[in-house]
């Protein structure tokens, strides 16, 4: 099994930025990938970006190109996604996410998540 606790997000006017962690506990050595979605009330969880835990290798979302940045710091089994320059419509609740597989381009597999933590970007 693995654990995966978030911390940071917040309140921030738009253009702003926040950044996000997600720490990793139990069975890490069996992951391959970890990723960030977010959701809206009411409507399905979106993916935003991944990154494979060894090699560092990222994707993301084209909404947040160029605005987020996944990160890992392996030694400390910790996910971050830095978001700069952020829109109202960033607003929602967001989710780290771990899976077992090494496919960074494919946002279906996630077997861990993390509890969600809340980024409202107000106007």
């Known amino acids: 099994q693995v654990q995966l606790v978030q911390s940071g997000g917040g309140l921030v006017q738009a253009g702003g930025s926040l950044r996000l962690s997600c720490a990793a506990s139990?069975?890490?050595?069996?992951?391959?990938?970890m990723g960030w979605f977010r959701q809206v009330s009411g409507k399905e969880r979106e993916f935003v970006a991944a990154i494979n835990w060894n090699g560092g290798i990222t994707n993301y979302a084209d909404s947040v190109k160029g605005r987020f940045t996944i990160s890992r710091d392996s030694a400390k089994n910790t996910l971050y996604l830095q978001m700069n320059s952020l829109k109202p419509d960033d607003t929602a609740v967001y989710y780290c996410?771990?899976?077992?597989?090494?496919?960074?381009?494919?946002?279906?597999?996630?077997?861990?998540w993390g509890q969600g933590t809340q980024v409202t970007v107000s106007s």
């Open positions: 996410g771990a899976k077992t597989t090494p496919t960074i381009y494919d946002s279906a597999g996630y077997s861990y």
């Open positions: 139990g069975r890490t050595f069996s992951i391959y990938t």
